[in-house]
């Protein structure tokens, strides 16, 4: 027996290689087959697709005001609690006079001066009128100097005294002929030209201040008008813009410090999200587009909104480049409120009537996009494809070789996904 297995030893194993040969051929088969019935596909269509970008931020009023106290001194009449909504100017909360320092207490008597002193320049007309004839006047006495030196330059009528004798004596006539002034006459007529200009320039400037509404005396009666109030302030809380409070801190007969915090004032009017969009993205947003919100702290609902500002700088943290995008809500309620944190979605483009592929069917190969079809046997086939853009579930294809109809492979497996597998990437606009 033994000399039978050594005679046919090399046939045996030949026999033993294809015997093996054969069956994992077998088993291969078979195991794509039981491959192929456990695939997750979806049948290529067309449809609609909503181009998104997603971020977070915080919501923020339109203005916001921390007040604090600008003077030292005890708390007198506080007119506001939290949840007032108050007008811009109004006194929310002002210290005893009998607390304040002695500068405070004297520019309410400032005030008082320097607004009757502002009052009498803006409001009085008699100065003006006044220097109305006198300008009126000096222009008549100049023009009758320069009229009279121009007739000097001509024959001009003249009128001299005379005398002739009659006996002993020398009397008097009037002689009147028509002659030419002599140099001491024009000299005088030009002296009085000089003159009356000058005082004709005098009255002129000061019609002109007046006129003006003496605008210098006016700036400096306001100024003291201002500093006056200023000082005045620092013993009371006004409100900087009309809005609501959300924070009262002080009560009647406390006694504060100069920088202590006394209210917060909110302009609830509208609600803003800051969000940090990517710099791949930013060049997608634009103002206008349509954002929808969504809140932790309110469950089942939607909020709209839409983009109010793009910043055109970005900034550099952790070695990314963000661009700030501001939101405004365009249907808050009361629910939402300034601090709550805000999941922000722009809608960047709407495209219709595409055709779409859920993006966990993408693979991405040495840069190129790929999906996985079954073929007419049921097996695998690799499609190249290009996406023009993305949702968070969905890419609509721009070229490459899937038509509606085919049955993508939603889980190929790693053999069929080759290396760097993964979505289509690249933002809301990927590439090829």
Known sequence: MSGFFKRNRTVLIIAVVIAAAVGGWIYTRRGIRETATTFQTATVERGNLTATIGATGTVRA????????????????????????????????????????????????????????????????????????????????????????????????????KYRRFGNQLVPFLKEYRGYADETTKKKADEKVDLTKAKLEDIQREFDRLSAGNKTEIVAAQARVDAAQAALNMARIVAPFSGIVTESLPLSGDQVGAGAAAFRLDDLSSLYVDVEVSEVDINSVQIGQPVTLTFDAILGRDYQGEVVEV??????????????????????????????????????????DVVVIPNRAVRLVDGVRYVYVLDGSGQPERKRIVISSSSDQQSAIADGEVAVGDAIILNPPVEFGGPGGGGPGGGPFGGN
Not at 131 to 148: C, G, H, K, P, W
Not at 324 to 342: F, N, R, Y
């Open 62 to 161: 339109k203005q916001t005001a921390a007040l604090i106290w600008m003077a030292a001194g005890t708390v007198d009449v506080v007119n506001v609690q939290a949840g007032d909504n108050v007008p811009a100017d109004f006194v929310m909360a002002y210290l005893k006079k009998t607390s304040l320092p002695q500068s405070i207490i004297l520019a309410e008597a400032d005030l008082a001066s320097a607004q009757m002193a502002l009052d009498d320049l803006i409001n009085s007309d008699t100065a003006l009128a006044e220097a109305v004839i006198a300008l009126r006047d000096a222009q008549s006495e100049y023009d009758r100097a320069v009229n009279y030196r121009k007739e000097l330059e001509g024959k001009i009528h003249i009128k001299e005294i």
């Open 311 to 352: 910043a055109e700088v970005g900034v550099v943290s952790s070695g990314v480049v963000n661009f700030k995008v501001t939101a405004e809500l365009t249907s808050p309620d009361d629910l939402v409120k300034p601090g709550m944190t805000a999941a922000v979605d722009i809608t960047v483009k709407e495209l219709n």
